[in-house]
T-cell receptor, first 114, second 113 residues
């Protein structure tokens, strides 16, 4: 059983399009995250939600909008995609929002903008 | 501002060699420390963590790390690496009073058979 699952695994699309990435965790965790990993492997947090409530919102363009319908799901919608959005996006989850619990990561979604 | 530094960007070792990967942070307060590993094409997995107590922590797959508070360091070690240890290693720090973990830029380890 996959603990943190993201779909799709690969996403190739054109500039200007709108796309969504879905994330689900079956660990019973109450906190979920989205990270962006750039071509240099730098991993930067974008958002975190605790029990469907936004906790962390880093300096991210407002074209990125997370949505958490319940605590097991955290989806990421991206409007008007740009070349610079090309990256691997990782979803993660943990128990508690203090950040002091280990995070469990999904396999990543590789987004390529043409 | 708080930061996490991994100075070794790419390390190449032969099998059976000893490994030490550096991790330093800048912050004078309480920290929680993590090392994660990302095998090729896979997701990040937790190797080990330090919250308090014995500053020498042991993780999975024979890895260990030592927290030296005076040096603001949390270096990862393994006495004898294997080809299967080829991966990217990330140090991560939770700075006390903050709710997000900050990741280092990662160290790519390549082990040659």
């Amino acid at each position: 059983d996959t603990a943190v699952s993201q779909t799709p695994k690969y996403l190739v699309t054109q500039m200007g399009n709108d796309k969504s990435i879905k994330c689900e965790q079956n660990l019973g965790h109450d906190t979920m995250y989205w990270y962006k990993q750039d071509s240099k492997k730098f991993l930067k947090i974008m958002f975190s939600y605790n029990n469907k409530e936004l906790i962390i919102n880093e300096t991210v363009p407002n074209r990125f909008s997370p949505k958490s319908p319940d605590k097991a799901h955290l989806n990421l919608h991206i409007n008007s995609l740009e070349l610079g959005d090309s990256a691997v996006y990782f979803c993660a989850s943990s128990q508690g929002y203090g950040g002091n619990q280990p995070q469990h990561f999904g396999d990543g979604t590789r987004l390529s903008i043409l | 501002a708080q930061s996490v530094s991994q100075h070794n960007h790419h390390v190449i070792l032969s099998e059976a060699a000893s490994l030490e990967l550096g991790c330093n942070y800048s912050y004078g307060g309480t920290v929680n420390l993590f090392w994660y590993v990302q095998y090729p094409g896979q997701h990040l997995q937790l190797l080990l963590k330090y919250f308090s107590g014995d500053p020498l922590v042991k993780g999975i797959k024979g890895f260990e790390a030592e927290f030296i508070k005076s040096k603001f360091s949390f270096n990862l070690r393994k006495p004898s690496v294997q080809w299967s240890d080829t991966a990217e290693y990330f140090c991560a720090v939770l700075f006390g009073g903050y709710q997000k973990v900050t990741f280092g830029t990662g160290t790519k380890l390549q082990v040659i058979p």
